[in-house]
T-cell receptor, first 110, second 114 residues
Framework: KNEVEQSPQNLTAQEGEFITINCSYS?????LHWLQQHPGGGIVSLFM???GKKKHGRLIATINIQEKHSSLHITASHPRDSAVYIC????????????FGTGTRLTIIP | DTGVSQDPRHKITKRGQNVTFRCDPI?????LYWYRQTLGQGPEFLTY????????KSRLLSDRFSAERPKGSFSTLEIQRTEQGDSAMYLC????????????FGEGSRLTVL
């Protein structure tokens, strides 16, 4: 079992729909990251969070430390949101590297 | 451009050849990470540096892989005697904070071993 599991693996939705991507992890963490990867490989950091909720524009990230679960939400989705969204965790063992999920491929249809 | 830059962006090589990738992190970022990503998978940790010191190296990394960051600025990742299984995207990232904090990724170097 991978330390970081994401669901769904693939998601196709119509423009304007509310999107939810889930991430579950099995290790103790000090922080969780949500990343966006566009075709061609470029990765952009969206959020880093260790508790509660963060919001940036149409993106919202939440984390429940007790349940070892995080969600990424996109409101009013747009075709330019189409990308792979990756969850990554920073363990609390102090080894200071990220363990990544396999990503969720999101496609927003106009 | 003050982002993380990687070179070359693409490399095609024959099995058995050596290849070297370079990463220039954002200046003043003391942490530098190398990751490898194969198709359909998330990135896998390879190694990371704090300044010039290599602090951790993944068990995934065979002895054919070596990384350096001699002056605490740019880093190189060398793969000797390449194998077809080495074909992947090699990603470099840097961060400024004492912990991982926010990572800034390069565009990656895609390796194809024929």
């Amino acid at each position: 079992k991978n330390e970081v599991e994401q669901s769904p693996q693939n998601l196709t939705a119509q423009e304007g729909e509310f999107i939810t991507i889930n991430c579950s992890y099995s290790v103790g963490i000090s922080a969780l990251h949500w990343l966006q990867q566009h075709p061609g490989g470029g990765i952009v950091s969206l959020f880093m969070l260790s508790s509660g909720k963060k919001k940036h524009g149409r993106l919202i990230a939440t984390i429940n430390i007790q349940e070892k679960h995080s969600s990424l939400h996109i409101t009013a989705s747009h075709p330019r949101d189409s990308a792979v969204y990756i969850c990554a965790v920073e363990s609390n063992f102090g080894n200071e590297k990220l363990t990544f999920g396999t990503g969720t491929r999101l496609t927003i249809i106009p | 451009d003050t982002g993380v830059s990687q070179d070359p962006r693409h490399k095609i090589t024959k099995r058995g050849q050596n290849v070297t990738f370079r990463c220039d992190p954002i200046s003043e970022h003391n942490r530098l990470y190398w990751y490898r990503q194969t198709l359909g998978q998330g990135p896998e940790f390879l190694t990371y540096f704090q300044n010039e010191a290599q602090l951790e190296k993944s068990r995934l990394l065979s002895d054919r892989f070596s990384a350096e960051r001699p002056k605490g600025s740019f880093s190189t990742l060398e793969i000797q005697r390449t194998e077809q299984g080495d074909s992947a995207m090699y990603l470099c990232a840097s961060s400024r904070l004492s912990r991982v904090g926010e990572l800034f990724f390069g565009e990656g170097s895609r390796l194809t071993v024929l």
